[in-house]
């Protein structure tokens, strides 16, 4: 089993739909990212988190520490948003990375 | 700004040379991880350094080599004796104190032709 779980694996999505990934795992962690990578691309970190929530621009990521799960959302959705979105745990001393999701909004 | 540098993003080089690739921070973390992403894939854990003169093998760290002579930097060599080089490369860092702090690299592609 991985210690790091996404839904949905891949998502079709219409330009201006709210897009939501979900991101479950099982270790205990010092914090939570949310990572993005365009086809062919490097990463890109959005957002690390440890309790709460964070906005920045169209996207909110959420953790819920109590139920290990973690939510990435997308308001507005548009194609340039078209990529693989990566939930990855830090735990001390290494990184649990779920397989991704992968997203494309279509015009 | 304080960061990660992983050069060069796009990398080519000929079957049975070896290549090394950079990661250099200057966030002043002491830890510091490679990972391998292969297409499809999930990134899996190569080699991690906790402290300076200090490494330790991850999952799949045969046909590579580190070392860890700087706190900023944690260069990785991808060998001839790695069967399947070509994939895309992440380095990463990580600080526990005073509070948890985490970065990752760009990212470098490495394509063996």
């Known amino acids: 089993k991985n210690e790091v779980e996404q839904s949905p694996q891949n998502l079709t999505a219409q330009e201006g739909e709210f897009i939501t990934i979900n991101c479950s795992y099982s270790v205990g962690i010092s914090a939570l990212h949310w990572l993005q990578q365009h086809p062919g691309g490097g990463i890109v970190s959005l957002f690390m988190l440890s309790s709460g929530k964070k906005k920045h621009g169209r996207l909110i990521a959420t953790i819920n520490i109590q139920e290990k799960h973690s939510s990435l959302h997308i308001t507005a959705s548009h194609p340039r948003d078209s990529a693989v979105y990566i939930c990855?745990?830090?735990?001390?001393?290494?990184?649990?990375f779920g397989t991704g999701t992968s997203l494309t909004v279509i015009p | 700004d304080g960061g990660i540098t992983q050069s060069p993003k796009y990398l080519f080089r000929k079957e049975g040379q070896n290549v090394t690739l950079s990661c250099e921070q200057n966030l002043n973390h002491d830890a510091m991880y490679w990972y391998r992403q292969d297409p499809g894939q999930g990134l899996r854990l190569i080699y991690y350094s906790q402290i300076v003169n200090d490494f330790q093998k991850g999952d799949i760290a045969e046909g590579y080599s580190v070392s860890r002579e700087k706190k900023e930097s944690f260069p990785l060599t991808v060998t001839s004796a790695q069967k399947n080089p070509t994939a895309f490369y992440l380095c990463?860092?990580?600080?526990?104190?005073?509070?948890?702090?985490?970065?990752f690299g760009q990212g470098t592609r490495l394509t063996v032709v």
């Open positions: 990855a745990v830090s735990t001390g001393n290494q990184f649990y």
């Open positions: 990463a860092s990580t600080r526990q104190y005073p509070n948890t702090e985490a970065f």
